[in-house]
């Protein structure tokens, strides 16, 4: 059963308020702390169940006068390292059993990873601009789907996928879609809202539905739904800050090529010297025109990221890539009311820095007994669970046996992906793959998490 835990989180910025959010709707006990009185008054006007302190949250006073050390969960995400670091620090020696830190300095994390745990006494650390580096990373697999996750150790992917005009998938019910691979749709996302899929749900161009097949089967489950799908070889990015530069090398050392664009001529310079890789292409380029792609072979590329650091440039950027026809354009945004002007100028995927920090930290703080946690989109998670030898599910049938607002998608049972219809019942040692959207994933961890 999800335990009721009582949260204190400095910084009511964009991270710190989702945070906020996310966790006072789960039904805890959230405390806001931030020294910027208007900022508090904006939040208060938001009518969210969260007390909001002004206060310092790098003074010891001030955080023992708010009981940092008697809260279940301590988190300190204001736009400064060292404020952050500094709260926990002092958060901890006072008795808060788990701090966790947003840090941008890359030096705190091994490479390729965008978290860091146990460093400094501090339970997690976690880089906004590293956690965008790894979505992007995992959007950049096939193109066709925006995002693809791996489960059961590897064996599950779950992708989610677009669905284009020519689509087979477009305009026929779920149950009726033509498929000849091992997959199943769990879900499908239309104008901003999540949709837990039936076998009635009936996807239109436009839409994304999220597909879990075995992982030798993700490309061509992922070309059901977008004929065009294909292995991402090639990418160009547009943007040569600490998001493009980590993507470029994360993605080179995969055997990508990649073409980095930026227009500013000294960062370019300094990318091309940090990036010493034959596969990487690092121009200047002044201004992003589709002409000066053409000229740069964007055109033939597999995918576009633009991560210009300026959400205006960012999506000029992408509007002349999605004239070039690319296959997959992805945006990163700082701002997340560009969503919807993003989607509407031909966006295929949005990563939102401070946003993928707040899942990370949500990932490791909620109680759900979940071994894996992912936020897909905003408002639909998947949980990956291993039934124990003394679940009280061992037995019991497939059918009915979770709460609203969830979907079975996948058991792996002895290391074969099954879908339910296919078995009837659990067993001890099932890794069951569930999707949940509202209140779900709570309404879960009484049923699966112990």
């Not at 499908?188 to 539905?209: E, F, I, Q």
């Not at 992922?222 to 070889?233: G, L, N, S, T």
Request: hydrophobic share 45%; aromatic share 2%; charged share 25%.
């Amino acid at each position: 059963m999800l335990v009721r835990m009582r949260a204190l989180i400095v910084g009511a910025g964009e991270v710190g308020w989702y945070l906020a959010g996310r966790l006072a709707r789960e039904g805890h006990e959230v405390v806001v702390m931030d020294q910027n009185r208007e900022l508090l008054q904006q939040r208060a006007r938001a009518g969210l169940d969260v007390r909001m302190e002004r206060a310092d949250g790098a003074s010891p006073r001030d955080l023992n006068e708010h009981r940092a050390g008697d809260v279940d969960l301590f988190v300190a995400v204001t736009a400064s390292d060292a404020t952050n670091l500094i709260a926990c620090l002092h958060a901890r020696a006072q008795g808060a059993p788990r701090t966790m830190a947003r840090v941008r300095d890359a030096d705190y994390y091994p490479p390729g990873e965008d978290t860091a745990t146990d460093m400094l006494g501090i339970d997690l650390l976690v880089s906004p601009e590293l956690a965008a580096v790894g979505d992007l990373e995992s959007a950049l697999r096939i193109r066709g789907a925006v995002r693809v996750e791996s489960f059961a150790d590897g064996r599950l992917s779950l992708a989610e996928c677009m669905v284009t005009d020519n689509s087979p998938a477009a305009r026929r019910s779920v149950g009726t879609r033509p498929h000849a691979t091992h997959s199943k749709i769990g879900a499908l996302l239309r104008d901003g809202r999540v949709h837990l899929a039936t076998k009635d749900s009936t996807p239109l161009p436009g839409d994304h539905l999220v597909v879990a097949c075995h992982r030798d089967e993700l490309k061509e489950a992922c070309r059901e739904i977008d004929p065009d799908a294909r292995q991402v070889r090639r990418v160009a990015i547009f943007g040569a800050g600490q998001i493009g530069v980590s993507l470029a090398a994360r993605l080179a050392a995969r055997g990508r090529e990649i073409v980095l664009l930026e227009a500013d001529e000294a960062r370019a310079r300094e990318a091309a010297e940090v990036l010493d890789d034959r596969s990487i292409e690092v121009l200047w380029e002044e201004g992003a025109s589709e002409t000066a792609m053409r000229e740069a072979g964007v055109d033939t590329c597999d995918a576009f990221v633009s991560c210009a650091g300026d959400d205006r440039a960012t999506l000029l950027a992408c509007t002349h890539a999605d004239r070039l026809q690319i296959g997959l354009v992805l945006a990163v945004l700082s701002r997340e009311e560009f969503a919807p002007l993003a989607e509407a100028l031909g966006v295929d995927g949005i990563v939102a820095p401070r946003l993928a920090a707040a899942e990370r930290i949500l990932r490791t703080s909620r109680g759900t007994g979940a071994q894996k946690s992912t936020l897909i989109v905003d408002g639909l998670e998947a949980l990956e669970y291993k039934i124990a030898d003394d679940s009280d599910l061992c037995g019991r049938p497939i059918a009915a046996s979770l709460p609203h607002d969830t979907c079975l998608t996948a058991v792996v049972r002895d290391g074969a992906v099954r879908f339910p219809g296919e078995i009837d019942r659990y067993q001890r040692g099932d890794i069951a793959l569930v999707l949940a959207t509202g209140n779900g994933a709570q309404k879960l961890a009484a049923v699966l998490g112990g």
